[in-house]
């Protein structure tokens, strides 16, 4: 099919199950923009080791659009959206690794589970996943010397290890568990963790906040020693970051909007001007 649908949107499904990973960073807006169906159908993609096209792997509809919804099992997909600047892509399914890496600008929206490296060194735009998520979210690539500078994660299920490692700026919020690690390295930027935490966030931090709701955690991991209690108060930027994450529908308690939270001042191994801040009931 090679008219333009009603949305002027680009669709891909997945013509077989893949039993070994696909490399597709052509799957952006950037390139699909000015792209007819059948320049789209030939952009280059890696099954494996083999240089194949995109018509041979993915069942095609409409041309010349921003706009991608990508349905079916993309799980072995991997560099969706990478380095992409404009557009947005809706992913009705889960997806590979790696997805939303470097990108820009524009909008991933993961209505599954993602793995590992989402959004890995992003430099701006909006990735928000409706499930859970592996490791290295907004993280730094081995060797890098940060990971994500600019724009916004948003993960209503659970995290591995490691999210928003070496991070610079930009804001990762979790609905659910995080893992061991959060924002290991950070120098800069917000992570906020609505549910339980693994062991040692803020590890190595320099710069930056994480803040801990710890909602039904019956057992919260203990900070590390080379935190030191501050004060308890009730931060000004926090209320202007929770009604943003409300107001783009992100779930926000009323009382974490007014609340009190103790500050703890680390990691004092490295700069110790980061902070953790722990919501008090």
Request: net charge neutral; hydrophobic share 35%.
């Amino acid at each position: 099919m090679s008219g333009v649908g009603e949305m002027n949107e680009i669709l891909l499904r997945p013509k077989v199950e893949f039993d070994v990973p696909v490399e597709a960073e052509v799957i952006s807006p950037d390139l699909f923009a000015e792209k007819s169906y059948e320049e789209i159908g030939s952009l280059p993609v890696f099954l494996g080791n083999r240089k194949m096209c995109l018509k041979d792997l993915f069942e095609i509809e409409g041309q010349s659009s921003t706009n991608i919804v990508l349905e079916g099992d993309f799980s072995r997909v991997k560099k969706i959206g990478y380095g992409m600047s404009r557009g947005k892509i809706h992913i009705k399914g889960n997806v590979g690794m790696h997805t939303g890496a470097t990108m820009k600008g524009g909008e991933i929206i993961v209505e599954g589970d993602a793995m590992d490296w989402l959004g890995a060194e992003m430099n701006g735009g909006l990735i928000w996943v409706k499930g859970s998520v592996d490791h290295f979210a907004g993280a730094s690539y081995w060797g890098s010397k940060h990971g994500m500078n600019r724009g916004m994660i948003l993960i209503e299920g659970n995290t591995g290890n490691e999210v928003g490692k070496k991070m610079r700026r930009g804001t990762i919020a979790i609905k659910g568990k995080a893992g061991d690690f959060l924002g290991v390295g950070m120098i800069g930027g917000t992570i906020l963790a609505f549910s339980e935490t693994g062991e040692r966030p803020g590890a190595e931090m320099k710069r930056g906040s994480i803040v801990l709701f710890l909602e039904n955690c019956s057992n919260p991991p203990p900070l590390l020693p080379t935190f030191t209690y501050n004060c308890t108060y009730s931060p000004t930027f926090l209320r202007v970051y929770l009604k943003t994450l409300r107001k783009l529908g992100f779930p926000v308690k009323e009382e974490y909007i007014s609340g009190k939270y103790r500050r703890y001042n680390g990691d004092i191994v490295e700069l110790g001007k980061g902070e953790i801040l722990i919501y008090e009931p």
